[in-house]
């Protein structure tokens, strides 16, 4: 087996990337918070274009229902913590790298991982934990890559300044300590996301809409799909590159989407037609409550 060499893995990204950058990704250490399907993704091309380090929470095991997304479960990898398979593969694409892995109790951890980490990629679908993560960022000076909920694939990208998604989609979560979120509250923070996305895209075209009212009202697990998934993943792993190397963010803290049936890229609706688009998706939205 031939020694493994950095330069000659990365060589072939020269010309996507300078040699400077290059060694910029070589030098980077990123938070990826949620190792499955977006957070998997990323963190594979991330690995492949030779981010040197990275420090990944999770706490669930792949399970059966991941292998049609999720780029490290396989039979091999079920039942295993997302965390420690997914720390062996980056170690099997690059030995040098260096992975720190968090489980459950990371948030308590969340400032000193972000002032090792300046670039944070959110793959969770944790509300709660996400407001915290996005209030320590700002905190830390950090930059958050996101995606929305919705069936097209999607890139938001947050720098320290901007306004966070809690005041920018009026979560009602705004103001309130932590320990005072109720289930009412996250259900609506997650109300309000939904929203946007249906506002400002059109998810409503590419979803049968009696499935995503079964989603709406609790009855039925959040569909998902490879091609969108892994797409987001990809995605992410971009503005990583992109903050990582000091280049321009593909995105802003509002976000786009990228409708892959149309070939086009959404982005945030006029005022005027998002104020009749609010409407009708409200009326739609309540009819499920």
Known sequence: MRPFDYAEMTRRNIGFVTEAEQERLRRARVFVCGAGGMGGA?????A?????GFEIADFDCFELANLNRQVFATME???????????????????????EIHGAGWLASLGDILQRCKVVVNGMDDVAAGVQLYRAARDAGTTVIDAYSSTLPSLIVVAPGDPRPEERLGFPTRGVAPERFTPEMLAACKLAEIEHVLVHSSTADTL????????????????SFAPMVITTGNLMAYAAVAAISGRPAPADCRGWFLNPHRGRIERPRSALVAALRRRIVRRFLASFR
């Open 42 to 46: 990323c963190l594979q091309s991330l």
């Open 48 to 52: 492949r274009a030779g981010v040197g």
């Open 77 to 99: 990898t079920l039942g295993r913590p997302k965390t420690e398979v997914t720390a062996a593969r980056l170690r099997e694409i690059n030995p040098n790298v260096e992975v």
């Open 208 to 223: 049968d809409l009696a499935i995503a009212g079964e989603i709406i009202s609790g009855k039925r697990a959040r569909i």
